[in-house]
C-alpha cells in the first residue's frame, strides 16, 4: 500500500500570507503511460465532509479559488495557498488514486496566525 | 446535482453488524463507482472500499474480511456492512461518488454525503 505523508502536521500564518504544505507518498505516483500524477486534495472545515480542490496534482476543481494552487510530481507534493483568507481555515488532506487502496495523509490543520 | 444521503444506526453494540445505508438523489445510481470512507472523531480519513453498480466491489485489505458492500438501483442506494465492530469502528462514515468519464474511472472524490456518526458502544 501507499502510504501518504504530510508536513507540516500544523501551521499558522498571517492573513494575506503564503501557505505551503508538503505530501509525500511512499512510491511514485506519476503514472508514465498518461505522464499524469495520481494526487488529489481536500479541504476539510469542522463539521463538513471533505472538499475536493485539485486533481492530478495540479487541476484546480470549478469553483476553487485561484489562490489554491497544486504542484509537484513522483512522490513530493505541495498544495501552495498564495494569500491566506480567513475562511480558508481547515484541515487539508492530500490522498493519492494510483493504486488501490486510495489513501489519504493525515492532515495538516491552517490557522490565522 | 447529485447528492448523497447517509443514514443507519447512531449506536452499535461490540461484536455487532454495522449497517449504513446511502440515498442517492438528483441523478443516477448507475455506471458510476461509490466508495464509502470513514473518519474518526479529530482523525484523518479511511478508504473503506469501493462498489461498481454491477455489483463488483474492492475493499481496504485492513477491513476486507469484515466489510460487505452492496447496491440497490431500483432504489438508488448503496449499503454498507461491517462486522464484529469494535470502538475503534468508532467514526462519522461517507458515502462518496469517484470520478468517471470516457478515459476512466479515477478514485478521487468529488461528490460526499454529509456523513453519519456511528458509535460503538455497549
Known amino acids: 500500500d501507499i502510504v501518504m505523508t504530510q508536513s507540516p502536521d500544523s501551521l499558522a500564518v498571517t492573513l494575506g500570507e503564503r501557505a505551503t504544505i508538503n505530501c509525500k507518498s511512499s512510491q511514485s505516483v506519476l503514472y508514465n503511460s498518461n505522464n499524469k500524477n495520481y494526487l488529489a486534495w481536500y479541504q476539510q472545515k469542522p463539521g463538513q465532509p471533505p472538499r475536493l480542490l485539485i486533481h492530478?496534482?495540479?487541476t484546480r476543481e470549478s469553483g476553487v479559488p485561484d489562490r489554491f494552487s497544486g504542484s509537484g510530481s513522483g512522490t513530493d507534493f505541495t498544495l501552495t495557498i498564495s494569500s491566506l483568507q480567513a475562511e480558508d481555515v481547515a484541515v487539508y488532506y492530500c490522498q493519492q488514486y494510483y493504486s488501490t487502496p486510495p489513501a489519504f495523509g493525515q492532515g495538516t490543520k491552517v490557522e490565522i496566525k | 446535482q447529485v447528492q448523497l444521503q447517509e443514514s443507519g444506526p447512531g449506536l452499535v453494540k461490540p461484536s455487532e453488524t454495522l449497517s449504513l445505508t446511502c440515498t442517492v438523489s438528483?441523478?443516477?445510481?448507475?455506471?458510476?463507482?461509490w466508495s464509502w470512507i470513514r473518519q474518526p472523531a479529530g482523525k484523518g480519513l479511511e478508504w473503506i472500499g469501493r462498489?461498481?453498480?454491477?455489483?463488483?466491489?474492492n475493499y481496504n485489505p485492513s477491513l476486507k474480511s469484515r466489510v460487505t458492500m452492496s447496491v440497490d438501483t431500483s432504489k438508488n442506494q448503496l449499503s454498507l456492512k461491517l462486522s464484529s465492530v469494535t470502538a475503534a469502528d468508532t467514526a462519522v462514515y461517507y458515502c462518496v461518488r469517484g470520478y468517471y468519464d470516457s478515459s476512466g474511472y479515477y478514485d478521487w472524490f468529488e461528490t460526499w454525503g454529509q456523513g453519519t456518526l456511528v458509535t460503538v458502544s455497549s
Open positions: 492530478w496534482a495540479s
Open positions: 462498489m461498481y453498480t454491477s455489483g463488483s466491489a
Open positions: 438528483g441523478g443516477s445510481i448507475s455506471s458510476y463507482y
